[in-house]
């Protein structure tokens, strides 16, 4: 089922559309205090035993993460220090059907992810699977919160070898450590290719921050950050 809610301008909304935009609001709310519960006793994601070392140059590197909508996952690395750099996409299926109308239909083996670009010298990969673990939950199957569907699992795609063994290990710690209640079923493959969103999904979250989506599914995810991993936070206001 589709829960976002994207307002086209001109168009006014009948009495009874309201009514239910405002039954939709109080389940989104009642959602969240479940959610907001849950992490609240939920412990943060450890810090990787194998990583990556820090380069000494800066320089560019590219991961892939998909971990639900991508508004809330882009909104979240845009405000990680080293980050230079985050587009929201679609990566698991082709390219002639990378487009948001086909991808939805749960057709496509596109899930909803985020391409981040970030400076090795400053931030490592196993820095940035530490905050996604963190801030989604990796043992929701083909779903994340209200979003159902294949286009909303969780998944990490690598683009070489370093990043597979870095997100295999770590996620072979995280289950011999019993951090989740449940088993992880975060994907780990291969980037075969990924694909820009249309224009009106990127930086989504920012330029709609009154979204009841936003506010009830993105913003947690930021305040985690923040209160998680305060050395890396930093605020962001958009391009």
Known sequence: MQWRFEMQTGKMLSRFAWMA???????LVAW??????QVSAQAKAPVPAVDETKTAKSGHETAVFAG?????????????KGVTATTAGYSGGSASTATYAQVTTETTGHAESVKVVYDPSRLTYGQLLQIFFSVHDPTQLNRQGPDVGTSYRSAIFYSNDEQKKIATAYIAQMEAAHIFS??????VVPLKGFYDAESYH???????????????????KIETLKRDFPELFQKYKGE
Do not use: E, H
């Open 21 to 27: 935009l405002l039954v939709v609001a109080v389940v």
């Open 32 to 37: 969240r205090g479940m959610q907001m519960t």
């Open 68 to 80: 639900g909508c991508f508004w809330g996952t882009q909104s979240v690395f845009q405000r990680v």
């Open 182 to 187: 449940k088993p992880i079923v975060t994907q």
């Open 202 to 220: 990127q930086d989504y979250a920012t330029n709609n921050p009154n979204n009841p989506y936003i506010m009830v599914c993105d913003r947690p």
